[in-house]
């Protein structure tokens, strides 16, 4: 039998001797602000710069924070919000006054170097979908009038929830309905004006959701046997890997996989709710000084190993103001007072003395399995309780479609039976195929409170529910 193709990350095989910075990968980080006792822009900028960090992504263009990056040497990327994606995209007169205002207002002496069109677009409640494209380029066009387009790139963050299929990672595809719409005139764009794909990815997601078969070490970079994709016998030693390479294989079906990426957002909360497994400080210590290194020293991925990793951590601060469960607030790198919330390299320099925490802690007893969003479990949809998970057909199919992802994904749910040709894959309706990947959610976390929600697109039933 023939041995799996196997990709070591090089980090493992680091000497005491030296570090190498690998060619143009880069390290960023996320100043968000959602807060209110946050330090001062200017001070923010010190900050910044005692850290040595060189590549910072706000969420606005708001000109007090613009303006403390100028002279700083930090390359900015600002966002133009998804309210105003209609507005763009079907004027160009205000695409052009947009930039006027909030870029070239301020460039050069602050180094914006991409513009990121709205964030995470495809899970907006505003259905601000079909708007993506055509702003992007609006803002493009406008940029090139000002002859800044070479410098200042335009892209759009990405959400795994834009993947349709994620493991193994060599099966990686963008949600169908999307392809023709929106992906492919959008990694078209991509290429024409030489820019990047943004995606954000949160390995932090799939081990919370399926903590019993992703194995901690494979979430954390820390030493494990790795996975093999079974589609191309590549061995991954990293979560992070599998999700980045699953969007490198969705690209590459569309004929794109010449176009750049560009990982901008990751990260682990250092504290959350008691449901929220696995987020600690030294579980969020573990990911990002590991992947700090990872990206600093280990070249590109299994499946595209001679590529560039820029990534931007997530975030700056914890800010105290988000919604949502406690990780939302607790994602920091540091507290409003400017101290750590824990100690990790963000350069090169920083990395030299780098010692990994001896404690993750939480348990690694837990199989390796799973790919890029921890599927390949094996549990049967077929409930051994008195209780099941069906799909509410009320919520409409779209979403019911975005909940079916997150299932399939994400999730971890075996979806294997639901494929064409496969044993449930009749009857062919989003309602059938829903039911049947929430319920093995729902059992698959011993039916939990909670767990057959899907936002609002599920509930519990005690009866079986028919085929």
Not at 132 to 152: F, G, R
Not at 226 to 231: C, K, N, R
Request: charged share 20%.
């Amino acid at each position: 039998m023939e041995s799996p193709k196997t990709t070591f990350p090089l980090f493992f095989l680091l000497t005491l001797l030296s570090f190498s910075l690998a060619d143009g990968s880069s390290i960023g980080v996320n100043y968000g602000r959602v807060a209110n006792n946050l330090p001062s822009a200017v001070k923010v900028v010190q900050l910044l710069k005692s850290q040595g960090i060189e590549k910072v992504k706000i969420y606005d263009t708001d000109p007090a924070v613009i303006k403390a990056f100028a002279g700083s040497n930090i390359k900015l990327t600002v966002d133009l919000p998804n309210e105003l994606l209609s507005s763009v995209s079907k004027s160009k007169s205000f695409a052009a006054s947009w930039v006027h205002k909030n870029v070239a207002a301020y460039y050069p002496s602050t180094q914006i170097e991409a513009i990121a069109v709205g964030n995470e677009v495809f899970v907006d409640p505003h259905n601000t979908t079909s708007f993506l494209v055509p702003a992007m380029q609006n803002i493009h066009s406008a940029l090139a009038k000002l002859n800044l387009d070479s410098k200042i790139k335009v892209s759009s963050p990405i959400a795994l929830t834009a993947i349709q299929n994620s493991y193994p990672s060599s099966a990686g595809s963008f949600r169908s309905e999307l392809i023709e719409p929106v992906f492919k005139p959008l990694l078209n764009f991509l290429r024409q004006t030489g820019s990047f794909l943004m995606v954000n990815a949160y390995p932090f997601f799939a081990y919370e959701a399926n903590a019993d078969v992703i194995s901690l070490d494979y979430a954390l970079f820390r030493e494990n046997p790795g996975v093999v994709d079974s589609g191309n016998g590549l061995r991954y030693f990293n979560l992070f890997d599998a999700q980045i390479d699953a969007v490198f294989a969705a690209m590459d079906k569309l004929q794109y996989d010449d176009v750049p990426l560009v990982v901008t957002e990751t990260g682990w909360p250092s504290k959350g709710d008691e449901n929220e497994i696995g987020a600690t400080v030294q579980n969020a210590a573990l990911y990002n000084g590991n992947l700090v290194k990872r990206v600093l020293t280990g070249g590109g991925t299994p499946l595209k190993p001679k590529a560039d990793l820029t990534v931007y951590l997530f975030a700056l601060f914890n800010e105290n103001e988000k919604n949502g469960p406690s990780s939302e607030r607790n994602y920091g790198l540091f507290y409003p007072n400017e101290e750590k919330v824990y100690d990790i390299p963000l350069n090169m320099e920083g990395l030299r003395h780098y010692k990994e925490p001896v404690d993750g802690g939480q348990p690694k007893s837990a199989p390796v399995n799973g790919g890029s969003s921890g599927g390949g479990g094996s549990v049967s949809a077929r409930a051994n309780g008195q209780s099941w998970c069906v799909a509410n057909g009320e919520m409409g199919k779209d979403r019911l479609q975005v909940a079916l992802d997150f299932a399939c994904g994400e999730g971890g749910a075996d979806c294997r039976p639901i494929q064409e040709g496969a044993s449930c894959y009749d009857p062919d309706t989003i309602e059938a195929h829903a039911s049947y990947a929430f319920n093995s959610y729902y059992q698959k976390k011993g039916r939990a409170g909670g767990t057959c929600f899907f936002g609002g697109a599920a509930y519990v039933v005690t009866q079986p529910p028919s085929k």
